[in-house]
Structures are given as structure tokens and as C-alpha cells.
């Protein structure tokens, strides 16, 4: 019962506290000082699971659960095996546990602790097992068990029709009059049901397989899905629908690697042919900064447009003295589809701009203000030396104005005044203009910022704003102006978005844009307003009679109904609507 203190015995150092001590790591004591054991057999010193006697178990999907029939015993961890033996399903690695014995894996199964139900097709909260429609397509899973449909998918043949619209009176059986849920194209014209009726995208739901689905490409016309030749002119459905893309564009001018180009240079592009007939509709145009690069960050220039099919001219400002471009077209028929992309061709602009020599400051020399007692925003300092704005006189009104920056605006890069008699386009033109447009290019700190600028002017001004681009003509842009107390407006860009006339989101904003009037009242969208002063003029001074004007009108809205009903007819020859549903016109929609 005493302790004899001249005896010791070997005991080792048991760092990970397994009780299996580590051989290399011994102590001479009496007793076993605390982190010490007399067992010297640790394989791993530094894994508590490591250690003799240890079972390992085999996880062969490697999830860290292991198979509870597979192990082996070893003191160190052979590859393969972990220490947890509860695996479920070891050839799954998204199963391990499967809490209601169900033979459903709780990471499968929607009602994991419910032995009786692990499924719920339509997510209606109720499971399969329990529920009478599975898929909520209106057809009982008993009917759709003895037919052809799947009771666990809401549109069995994929063209975008859910199977109890098809099957209308929800019998199981195919019917007069109803389309086939069992098979997408029930006339065998060569186009699927759903889209004989004008099914887009956005009207099917998850049960639509979209790999299968064929979306209508002109929504706007529909096709009887159980007739052939809907309007009975000899060619199927499928093949008056089935379109052919244009051809390639030629591009025309500039000529490949011409130099000297204005800055306002006019593109032109021809060649449009389509094998279907189908008519023009609108063009896009590209122009690039980088040689064979036409991504946002090297684009200039990116529009579609309606009206300017094969010739374009580029923005005021948008282009930079004696630098390289790169430009390519695409032309677009009347169905959207989209001819491949022309050949590029290159550019270079002029190597100075006579308009701005002295001082080269991106303002017109006519233009140029030299007042330096002038100051617009009232801070104290002369407009014309302040480096975040930029000044000019306008040839209307004779007035003063100056663009400052503003929210994540960098820079004023460039302003210049232009006459808005130049834009021959009248279409929404406002009847007056009191100070013509101003034209101004912006830097931006991000591509795709929102950006605001100050307008300051020598008197008052209308509270109307507008904003011409060739993309989408004029426009009333007064919901992006603020008019502030002290006779400023704000005005508001996106990057690459409203407001800015390139089309991309380059971190450039270019903006033709200025004040106007109308001389009828303004439409229930308009913004009300008026102003007086010296920098407005009075809209009479601008304006012809009205009479004239209707004069002038009446045979130009009959020229456009003419016009308008002849390519309906056109139209209704390639893709007929249903009878009784009409086709949507708008007579305005196109300048």
C-alpha cells in the first residue's frame, strides 16, 4: 500500500489524449504525470482517431458517411474509409440519412420525417401519394395512368400546352376539336401546337421541357393547330412558318480603310435579300475601337434601328480626330431573324477638327464664351475656368449655358450647340426649341453608371425636355429632368441606356438633347410647365399656320393608311391571324 519512491517505471507522451502514448516521448516517474500513459503503441500521436483497434468503415461516394456492412480495423486511416459508419446510401453522395425509413433519402425527400409520402410534383404542400393530380395540369392521375399522359408532368409533349387544356373536357381521351397532349404538332404541319397558337417563353411553366419547345417568333399571328394549310393557299403551316434568315449585308461606305472621315460619319450598307420575301425591318450598327473586338468595353457605337435601314450617321461628339474604327452591320426581316454579321471594315477620322482650333478644348470656336465675370451656378467663380463644366453660346436666343458633371460623372468631355432645323426627322419634334440642342459627351466612372448633369442657362427656360438620337428619333425626356428653383436642370443618363445616344455601355455618354415647347396642350404623360425671360422665345416665332399644316397632313395619313393596309395583306398572305382575333396596328409605331 506504500509507494516505494526508488522505483520508476517508462511512461509516454500522449498528446492527442487516444490513452496510446507515443514511443519517441518518454518520462521516468513513479506514477504517470499528467499528458503521459504506459501504453507506447500510438500510431499517430496527433489524431485522437488514430490509434490501435480503430474500425474504419468504407465511404465510396465520398460524402464522409460510411457503410456500416464494409470496415476494417487499423490504426492509421486507410484511404477510402472514414470513422462514421452511418451511411445510407453509400453510392450516393447527396444521400446518407434517410429518417422515415421510406427508402427516400431526407435530402430527396420533400416530407423527410413522413413515411408515407416523399414526392410533391406540383408543390402544392399536399404529397403525391395523397394527391389526386400530382401535377396540377386539371387531369386526375387516375386518367392520366390509363391514357398517355404523365400524371407527374403538367405538359407531357412539351409544346408548351399543359395537358388538361389540351384534353378540354378532361376525359383521357382525344376528342374533336382538341388538340393531342401526347404529341406536340397534332395537324403534322411541321409546327408544334403551342406555338401555332403564338406561345412564347413567357407562357409556359416549369413542366415545359424547353429543349423541346418551340417558341413563336411572331406571337402577334397565330395558326389553327388542327388544320394543315390554315388559310388554304397550298403550303402548310410549317412551311410558310419556317423562316429563312437575310443575307449577308455589303457594306458600302466608308470604303475599307479610307481615312480623312468626318467626325459625323455616314455609313452605308446594302445587299438586303431574303429567301422568304420577308421585308426589312430594322438594322443594327456596330462600330468598334480594337480590331476584331466588338465586346462592351471597345464598342462605340451599338443601335438598332427601324428607320435608317442601309445609312446611318453617327452622333455629334461620339467620335474622336484621327483615330482607327472598326464597323460591321447586320440586317433583321420582319420574323427577327437576324442575317449573319457583314464583313468588318475600317475607318479614320479627319486629324484635326476645323471647328475647334483655337483653343482646342472640345467646344466649337464660333461657340467659345470669353466672359469671365460669367457665373451660372453662383459659386463664386468664373463658369469659364471651372474645370468641371463646360460653357458655350447658343445660336438661338443668343443664350449662355454651361454643362456641369454631377453624379458619377468624370468628365464634360465635349459641348457644342447644333440648329434642330438640320434633323430633317419631324416625327414628336417639339414646335419650338428655344435654344436649340445642345450636344455634350460625358465620362462615366463604371460602365453602366447612372449619371446626372447640371444645365445652367443665361434665362429662363421651358419646363419640357427633349432628346433626339436616330435610334429612336424624338423623344420627350422631361421624366429624366429635374428643374430646379435657381433656373438649373438636372438631367439623368445610364450608361449604355436612356439618355445616351451610342447605344453601349462604354462609360461614354453622348446626348443630343435641349428644352422645347409644343404648340397644342401637352398629352396626360407630359410634363406641365411654362417660362418667360430672355432664353425663351415665344413658340409663334417658330411655328407655321396650323391650317397649313393639317393641309399639309391629310394626303400623308392617306399615303400611310394605303401603305399600311397593303403590307397587312402581305402579311396576312405569309401568317394569318385566327379569324375573329384581329391584328394589332399601330399607326404611329414607326417614323
Known amino acids: 500500500g506504500q509507494t516505494d519512491e526508488g522505483v520508476t517505471a517508462t511512461f509516454y507522451a500522449d498528446t492527442d489524449g487516444d490513452g496510446f502514448g507515443d514511443l519517441t516521448v518518454t518520462t521516468q516517474a513513479c506514477t504517470a504525470p499528467i499528458g503521459f500513459v504506459a501504453d507506447s503503441t500510438d500510431c499517430n500521436d496527433n489524431s485522437a482517431n488514430e490509434h490501435p483497434g480503430q474500425i474504419w468503415y468504407e465511404d465510396s461516394d465520398s460524402d464522409g458517411f460510411g457503410n456500416l456492412a464494409v470496415s476494417l480495423v487499423a490504426c492509421l486511416q486507410p484511404t477510402g474509409y472514414v470513422l462514421d459508419g452511418t451511411d445510407w446510401n453509400d453510392t450516393d453522395s447527396g444521400e446518407w440519412q434517410d429518417t422515415d425509413g421510406d427508402g427516400v433519402g431526407d435530402n430527396s425527400d420533400v416530407f423527410p420525417t413522413n413515411p408515407n409520402e416523399w414526392a410533391d410534383a406540383d408543390a402544392d404542400g399536399t404529397g403525391d401519394q395523397a394527391d389526386t393530380d400530382d401535377d396540377n395540369d386539371g387531369l386526375l392521375d387516375i386518367i392520366e395512368i390509363a391514357s398517355c399522359t404523365d400524371p407527374l408532368d403538367a405538359d407531357t409533349d412539351d409544346d408548351g400546352i399543359i395537358d388538361g387544356y389540351e384534353d378540354l373536357n378532361l376525359n383521357?381521351?382525344?376528342?374533336?376539336?382538341?388538340?393531342?397532349?401526347?404529341?406536340?404538332?397534332?395537324?403534322?404541319?411541321?409546327?408544334?401546337?403551342?406555338?401555332?397558337?403564338?406561345?412564347?417563353?413567357?407562357?409556359?411553366?416549369?413542366?415545359?421541357?424547353?429543349?423541346?419547345?418551340?417558341?413563336?417568333?411572331?406571337?402577334?399571328?397565330?395558326?389553327?393547330?388542327?388544320?394543315?394549310?390554315?388559310?388554304?393557299?397550298?403550303l402548310t403551316d410549317g412551311e410558310e412558318y419556317h423562316n429563312q434568315k437575310p443575307s449577308i449585308p455589303s457594306l458600302l461606305l466608308p470604303i475599307n480603310t479610307d481615312i480623312n472621315v468626318s467626325l459625323t460619319a455616314q455609313l452605308k450598307a446594302t445587299g438586303y435579300s431574303d429567301a422568304d420575301g420577308d421585308r426589312h425591318l430594322y438594322t443594327r450598327w456596330q462600330i468598334s475601337s480594337m480590331q476584331g473586338?466588338?465586346?462592351?468595353?471597345?464598342?462605340?457605337?451599338?443601335?438598332?434601328?427601324?428607320?435608317?435601314?442601309?445609312?446611318?450617321?453617327?452622333?455629334?461628339?461620339?467620335?474622336?480626330?484621327?483615330?482607327?474604327?472598326?464597323?460591321?452591320?447586320?440586317?433583321?426581316?420582319?420574323?427577327?431573324?437576324a442575317s449573319d454579321w457583314s464583313e468588318t471594315f475600317s475607318f479614320r477620322t479627319i486629324k484635326t477638327d476645323s471647328a475647334d482650333i483655337n483653343p482646342q478644348n472640345n467646344i466649337p470656336d464660333s461657340q467659345e464664351i470669353s466672359d469671365a465675370s460669367m457665373d451660372l451656378d453662383s459659386d463664386g467663380y468664373a463658369d469659364i475656368n471651372q474645370p468641371d463644366m463646360k460653357c458655350l453660346r447658343t445660336g438661338h436666343g443668343n443664350a449662355s449655358v454651361c454643362v456641369k458633371k454631377s453624379t458619377n460623372v468624370?468628365?464634360?468631355?465635349?459641348?457644342?450647340?447644333?440648329?434642330?432645323?438640320?434633323?430633317?426627322?419631324?416625327?414628336?419634334?417639339?414646335?419650338?426649341?428655344?435654344?436649340?440642342?445642345?450636344?455634350?459627351?460625358?465620362?462615366?466612372?463604371n460602365p453602366g453608371d447612372i449619371a446626372e448633369v447640371t444645365i445652367y442657362c443665361s434665362s429662363t427656360l421651358p419646363v419640357t425636355w427633349y432628346k433626339y438620337d436616330l435610334s429612336n428619333g424624338w423623344q420627350d425626356y422631361s421624366a429624366n429632368a429635374t428643374f430646379n428653383p435657381d433656373n438649373s436642370v438636372t438631367l439623368q443618363f445610364k450608361d449604355g441606356n436612356f439618355g445616351d445616344a451610342d447605344g453601349t455601355k462604354n462609360r461614354f455618354i453622348v446626348d443630343p438633347s435641349g428644352p422645347g415647347t409644343n404648340a397644342s396642350p401637352p398629352s396626360s404623360d407630359s410634363v406641365d410647365g411654362s417660362g418667360g425671360g430672355g432664353c425663351f422665345i415665344s413658340s409663334s416665332a417658330y411655328r407655321a399656320n396650323s391650317s397649313v399644316k393639317i393641309l399639309v397632313y391629310v394626303p400623308f395619313f392617306f399615303f400611310l393608311l394605303i401603305k399600311v393596309s397593303n403590307t397587312l395583306k402581305l402579311l396576312h398572305k405569309r401568317r394569318p391571324a385566327n379569324p375573329g382575333i384581329p391584328r394589332p396596328v399601330n399607326l404611329l409605331s414607326k417614323r
Open 293 to 337: 473586338d466588338f465586346s462592351d468595353n471597345a464598342l462605340v457605337l451599338d443601335i438598332k434601328s427601324d428607320s435608317h435601314l442601309t445609312s446611318f450617321t453617327t452622333p455629334e461628339l461620339m467620335l474622336h480626330v484621327d483615330t482607327l474604327y472598326y464597323w460591321r452591320v447586320k440586317f433583321y426581316d420582319n420574323l427577327d431573324a
Open 410 to 445: 468624370t468628365s464634360v468631355i465635349s459641348l457644342m450647340w447644333n440648329d434642330p432645323a438640320i434633323i430633317s426627322d419631324t416625327y414628336n419634334k417639339p414646335d419650338v426649341m428655344p435654344i436649340g440642342l445642345l450636344s455634350f459627351k460625358l465620362e462615366v466612372a
Open 172 to 234: 383521357g381521351a382525344l376528342d374533336i376539336g382538341e388538340t393531342d397532349p401526347c404529341n406536340g404538332d397534332t395537324d403534322g404541319d411541321g409546327v408544334q401546337d403551342g406555338t401555332e397558337l403564338g406561345y412564347t417563353l413567357d407562357d409556359v411553366g416549369p413542366h415545359t421541357d424547353l429543349a423541346v419547345f418551340q417558341p413563336d417568333l411572331d406571337p402577334s399571328t397565330s395558326t389553327d393547330p388542327l388544320v394543315i394549310d390554315t388559310d388554304g393557299d397550298g
